[in-house]
């Protein structure tokens, strides 16, 4: 049996209980606007921003957060924990302009008797006058029983004492804190019903935290139970392992218990980037709503489930939270992801297309932990740039950089159908592959093009394992126009790699493909003409010398 809760109250202790996470400490302008995302865009019903005499920075920030509410007529849902100390603490709370005292009172005989060092009477005695101080200060207060999962355990009577002798004292919710996160659903559920049951007319709120992980299922059980309101913190911030996640708590008391909450799901991912940014806390990718891969799916299997049916759908949908689904890219990836994916760009591609460019994404995923959406645009001109030419096949390859040294490459290469293995040194790794490269041509008496521009780009998004793209662009003098007419031209090749060096030897290893057909090209044409194979002298003696040559202004930059 459970009782009618139509709807239920959240309250968000991001800038207090959040506040206690080791290393995070909110600037009052990053508290404000912390502040005003979630009382204004995803509305949360209550937030808890401080507590009182921490400091003047505090007490100013809470100033400053209290004046913007009450412009917004929100000023009754900024709270502060005030503690019993006959005044000091309202004293604090009144002179930030504040309206609401969260008072701390021990909700465990082994608190009050060994911390405090008094008696239940004279606990009761004491939190009694504070909160008529508060009152007659012009204060709402509500009242914390501190440790009331350990209290409850071990000594229920001395829980239901205090709240007799506290009864008619003017509190408005009474809330009862998991503080050390030791409490099961079960008894959440059980204890919140004999909470609620033995004093009917209170209000109570469920305080958990989450050391065994469990501090989402506990809200779910005491919001049963028929608590009145609930806490959690944006991203599960909070002390040792944390709170209850805002955006667990959110989707769950909606979906799994059909309650009514306030709160605006399309800022849920848009206040836990605010909150990741002034706490230097990243949550994990796979966080439940506002993780960054919730949302995608890896397997094809899925993509494919997807595509047919909505086979793998459910009511936490991206669109629901302002998000979008993805589909990932990788060695995990088929036909059906990557159809998602073209999709949502716009691009059509034939089936044979397709297979090379989802053999491309497989085989980078094999290098590299992820391709993202930002990637696949390079991917597809590479592949859709790439002609099936085999001339050439670079086997192995290493290359060594060091501060202060040059750098060196040692290749193993196939040219031709004979294996050849070189080693380069240069002014950076691309310099000294192409030295390398430069001194195997030459034994097979092919001429290089010179280097007429180089250009590395990343996709947006500042990604530090985004591919990277490079484009070189090439001097040659071989074929241009018709077959066998030789003339000075230009020409591009492009590579991509999770690797910079990498990416620009993949260019360089498509130059040398496209040099070699259009010198069989020229050949075919016209067997007398030497120097369409060997290039004219100078190339030929810049190849032997084992360098590539770049016209000034040209830039290689690996």
């Known amino acids: 049996m459970t009782f009618e809760q139509p709807e239920i109250l959240i309250l968000d202790t991001t800038l207090r209980d959040g506040e206690q996470t080791q290393g995070v400490s909110f600037s009052p302008d990053e508290k404000t606007n912390i502040a005003q995302a979630l009382l204004e865009h995803v509305r949360v019903d209550r937030i808890e921003v401080a507590s009182a005499r921490v400091s003047r920075g505090e007490q100013a920030a809470v100033a400053r957060i ?3 509410a009450r412009g917004k007529q929100l000023d009754q849902r900024v709270e502060v924990l005030g503690f019993v100390d006959d005044g000091k603490s309202i004293d604090w709370i009144r002179s930030a302009g504040g309206g609401v005292m969260n008072l701390l009172a021990k909700g465990s005989r082994k ?27 012009g204060l709402a207060v509500n009242l914390y029983l501190e440790d009331w999962s350990n209290g409850y355990a071990d000594d229920p009577g001395y829980v239901y004492a205090l709240l007799e002798r506290l009864q008619g004292a003017g509190i408005g919710h009474l809330m009862l804190p998991d503080t050390l996160g030791v409490m099961t659903p079960e008894r959440v559920f059980t204890a919140t019903m004999d ?11 469920f305080h958990p935290h989450n050391d065994y992980g469990l501090a989402t299922a506990n809200v779910v059980a005491a919001a049963q139970a028929g608590a009145a309101g609930v806490h959690c913190t944006v991203n599960c911030l909070g002390e040792r392992a944390g709170n209850a996640s805002l955006a667990e708590v959110v989707v769950n008391l909606r979906d799994q218990l059909g309650m009514d909450v306030r709160i605006d799901e399309q800022h849920l991912d848009r206040v836990s980037e605010l ?7 990243r949550i994990a990718d796979n966080a ?14 899925h993509a494919d489930g997807d595509n047919k049916g909505s086979l793998y759908v459910t009511r936490l949908s991206p669109e629901r939270f302002g998000r979008r689904r993805v589909y990932a890219l990788g060695k995990l990836a088929g036909k059906a992801s990557l159809a998602k994916n073209l999709e949502r760009l716009g691009i059509s591609l034939s089936e044979d297309q397709q297979r090379k460019v989802l053999a491309r994404i497989i085989e980078l995923g094999d290098s590299k932990k992820r391709i993202t959406f930002e990637d696949l645009p390079f991917i597809i001109a590479e592949v859709l740039e790439s002609s099936e ?8 390859c290493n290359v060594s950089s060091s501060l202060g040294l040059e750098s060196t490459a040692s290749i193993k290469l196939r040219l031709r159908g004979e294996v050849h293995t070189a080693v380069g040194s240069g002014n950076g790794g691309f310099d000294a592959f192409t030295r390398a490269l430069a001194v195997i041509t030459a034994r097979s008496d092919l001429a290089l093009p010179r280097l007429a521009d180089y250009e590395v780009r990343i996709p947006k998004g500042g990604r530090t394992d985004a591919l990277t793209e490079c484009t070189i662009v090439w001097s040659y003098r071989g074929v241009s126009g018709q077959r066998g007419a030789k003339a000075q031209s230009e020409f591009k090749t492009r590579g991509v790699h999770a690797n910079q060096v990498f990416a620009a030897i993949g260019a360089a290893v498509r130059m040398l493909n496209l040099v070699i057909h259009w010198s069989l090209q020229e050949s075919s044409a016209s067997e007398d003409d030497s120097d369409v194979i060997a290039g004219d002298r100078a190339a030929r003696a810049e190849a032997r010398a084992g360098r590539v040559v770049a016209p000034p202004g040209a830039r290689i930059l690996a």
């Open 275 to 281: 909150v990741q940014t002034f706490s230097g806390k």
């Open 195 to 205: 909470m609620l049951r033995r004093f009917p007319d209170n209000r109570f709120d």
């Open 66 to 68: 209290v004046d913007w």
């Open 389 to 396: 030419y085999h001339h050439a096949e670079l086997l192995a």
């Open 288 to 301: 439940p709503i506002v993780g960054e891969d919730v949302f995608t799916q890896t397997a094809g299997i």
């Open 111 to 137: 608190h009050c008797e060994t911390q405090l060092r008094k008696t239940l009477d004279e606990h009761a005695e004491d939190v009694r006058r504070n909160v008529a101080l508060a009152r007659d200060q």
